[in-house]
């Protein structure tokens, strides 16, 4: 049972890393292709660098975390 869970753990890590790196992409790709049919001023290019940069801070930050054991967390907070 403990393999299932560790299988079932790593498809969720992989799922969301691929979420939290692809939704600030089209968040401002579509904020960028708004503004410009709104404003026309082009704005497109610096929102996707933008957005790419918030996906890849995103994703390293659940990566970084994603090894920690929240059990363990819990027994240094408690001493």
Same mark, same amino acid.
């Given at each position: 049972?403990?393999? *299932?869970?560790?299988?079932? #753990? +790593?498809?969720?890590?992989? +799922?969301?890393?691929?979420?939290?790196?692809? +939704?600030?992409?089209? @968040?401002?790709? =579509?904020?960028?292709? =708004?503004? $410009?049919?709104? =404003?026309?001023?082009?704005?497109?290019?610096?929102?996707?660098?933008?957005?790419? @940069?918030?996906?890849? #801070?995103? +994703?390293?930050?659940?990566?970084?975390?994603?090894? /920690?054991?929240? $059990?363990? *967390? $819990?027994?240094?907070?408690? /001493?």
């Amino acid at each position: 049972m403990k393999y *299932k869970r560790s299988v079932y #753990r +790593t498809f969720a890590l992989i +799922t969301q890393l691929g979420l939290s790196m692809i +939704t600030p992409i089209f @968040l401002c790709v =579509f904020l960028a292709v =708004f503004l $410009e049919k709104k =404003f026309s001023i082009s704005l497109f290019i610096p929102l996707v660098i933008m957005g790419v @940069l918030a996906g890849g #801070r995103n +994703t390293y930050y659940l990566a970084k975390h994603a090894n /920690e054991d929240p $059990e363990e *967390k $819990e027994e240094h907070q408690d /001493e």
